[in-house]
C-alpha cells in the first residue's frame, strides 16, 4: 500500500523559515512527479511547487507567489520529497500536503501537515 507522510509543519512567526518532509513508501518514488499542494480554510487546494523525476531533468515548478520564497528538493535514494520555505507571510498558512503523480491512475496524497505564520 502506498503511503506518503509529511512531516515538519507547525507554528512560526512572519518572515520565519520552516522545512517540510514528505517519505514515500511502496512507491517507485523516482519515476513520479512529486508536488507540494496547500489548502487554506475557505480556499480551493492550489499547487505551490512540483519536481519532475530525475530521468526528465528534475525541473521544478513554482506558483508566483512562492516564486523565490520556496524550494523544492527531493532524494529518491530516501523516497523523500522537502519544501524548504522562506520569508514566510500569514498568508502561507495552509494544510500542506504532498502528491505523487504520473497519471490519473498512479495518484497518491498525504494526509497534509498544517503550516501556521503567525506572530
Known amino acids: 500500500q502506498v503511503q506518503l507522510v509529511e512531516s515538519g509543519g507547525g507554528l512560526v512567526p512572519p518572515g520565519g523559515s520552516l522545512s517540510l518532509s514528505c517519505a514515500g513508501s511502496?512507491?517507485?518514488?523516482?519515476?513520479?512527479?512529486m508536488r507540494w499542494y496547500r489548502q487554506a480554510p475557505g480556499k480551493q487546494r492550489e499547487l505551490v511547487a512540483a519536481?519532475?523525476?530525475?530521468?526528465?531533468?528534475?525541473?521544478?515548478h513554482y506558483a508566483d507567489s512562492v516564486k523565490g520564497r520556496f524550494t523544492i528538493s527531493r532524494d529518491n535514494a530516501k523516497n523523500t520529497v522537502y519544501l524548504q520555505m522562506s520569508r514566510l507571510k500569514p498568508e502561507d498558512t495552509a494544510v500542506y500536503y504532498c502528491?505523487?503523480?504520473?497519471?490519473?491512475?498512479?495518484?497518491?496524497w498525504g494526509q497534509g501537515t498544517q503550516v501556521t505564520v503567525s506572530s
Open positions: 502528491n505523487a503523480f504520473t497519471s490519473v491512475i498512479w495518484d497518491y
Open positions: 519536481i519532475t523525476p530525475v530521468a526528465t531533468g528534475g525541473r521544478s
Open positions: 511502496s512507491i517507485n518514488f523516482r519515476t513520479y512527479d
